[in-house]
């Protein structure tokens, strides 16, 4: 549905400190998710992805954690930096479906 | 050797124009897709292609109308601009089928300002 009226949430970190962006997912249908990052001015760009039978994964700098009891996605960004700012998308998709759905996006802001 | 790239970047018109928006892509895609994000930055599909066919047409005015001449292509043609169709069009290609079905790889964005 619309997301009318809401907020682009937003995230203030620290340089060199560790971020944690989170993402409450709505169908308990999907068993994929990915992370994307948005730079201003750009197109999302994908970071990372997670199936359902795994609960953890890492790439370099991110790891994302799934918890299907409770339809929760995060986003961890180890030492963060200035160029991670941007505004990060969650989405998810059941693996027989062509649509992905989109979360509100999160907008992570690095202090000098 | 633009991945996804989409004409024109930037695009301001007078209210009741209709204007295009093209995109193209070089990596073999077999899918096409173009979203509409608003200025609290929500994406928002709009259309989506699998091999030349309509697969994702989600409530958007009939005054949108997507095109697809080949796989490599997807423009959008919009009719009689309204002020509400200001906004940041996306254009978007993946492969269906695979490991990360997911994966979109997108434009850079083309703003559409209606006055």
């Not at chain 1, 549905?1 to 907020?7: A, D, F, I, S, T």
């Not at chain 2, 599909?45 to 490599?72: C, G, H, Q, W």
Request: aromatic share 10%; proline share 4%; charged share 20%.
């Amino acid at each position: 549905g619309e997301n009318v009226g809401l907020h682009l949430p937003t995230l203030s970190v620290q340089e060199g400190d560790n971020s944690i962006i989170n993402c409450a997912y709505s169908n308990s249908a999907s068993d994929y998710f990915i992370w994307y990052k948005q730079e201003s001015g750009k197109g999302p760009q994908f970071i990372i992805d997670i199936r359902s039978n795994m609960d953890k994964r890492q790439g370099q700098r991110v790891t994302v954690l799934l918890n299907k009891t409770v339809k929760h996605l995060s986003l961890q960004i180890a030492a963060t930096q200035p160029g991670d700012s941007a505004v990060y998308f969650c989405a998810e998709k059941e693996e027989s479906n062509y649509q992905l759905i989109w979360g509100a996006g999160t907008k992570l802001i690095i202090k000098p | 050797d633009t991945a996804v790239s989409q004409t024109p970047k930037y695009l301001v018109t007078q209210m009741g124009n209709d204007k295009s928006i093209k995109c193209e892509q070089n990596l073999g895609h077999d899918t096409m897709y173009w979203y509409k994000q608003d200025s609290k930055k929500f994406l928002k599909i709009m259309f989506s292609y699998n091999n030349k066919e309509l697969i994702i047409n989600e409530t958007v005015p009939n005054r949108f109308s997507p095109k697809s001449p080949d796989k490599a292509h997807l423009n959008l043609h919009i009719n009689s601009l309204e002020l509400g169709d200001s906004a940041v069009y996306f254009c978007a290609s993946s492969l269906s089928g695979g490991p990360r079905t997911g994966e979109l790889f997108f434009g850079e964005g083309s703003r559409l300002t209606v006055l």
